[in-house]
């Protein structure tokens, strides 16, 4: 039981890191292995342009793809990210809701390798590919 604590805990921690509040990164859990999360682009998200900042959505990714991994590490264990790729594909109007899903594709004993979508209205607005350096946890 202390172990579904301290993932809770873990995972409450992220989301209460001041840019994940400014980004307003909404948890939704993991089914069946994959962490479910949202945000609603606000203007103070948005470009000039009126669309989601690619920097924010980027960030969204990767927590949401951390999330994913979160559970699968040990108690000891904290993963850092020392790569990711985005490919962003359309943009996310201000006042959209955007949902995102990430899932561990291979977790060895130093690395995590995760993919995470993005979609907006069932459309596909954003992918990542996230490589995570499992490392010591202070």
Known sequence: MSQ???ILERQQAVLDLPLNRHLGILY??????IAQAHIYCTPDLA???GHLHGGALSSCCEV????????????HQ????????VSLMRGVPVGARCD???RVVRLGKT?????????VAGQLVASARITKSII???
């Not at 949401?64 to 108690?75: I, K, M, R, V």
């Not at 904290?78 to 790729?85: L, P, R, S």
């Open 100 to 102: 995102l899903s990430g």
């Open 4 to 6: 579904v604590i301290t």
């Open 28 to 33: 939704d859990g993991l089914v069946d292995g």
């Open 78 to 85: 904290h993963a850092v990210t020392h790569d990711i790729h």
């Open 64 to 75: 949401t793809g951390f999330l994913a991994l979160l559970p699968q590490l040990d108690d």
């Open 47 to 49: 470009t000039f342009g």
């Open 111 to 119: 690395l995590a390798f995760l993919d995470v979508t993005a979609n």
């Open 136 to 138: 010591a946890r202070d």
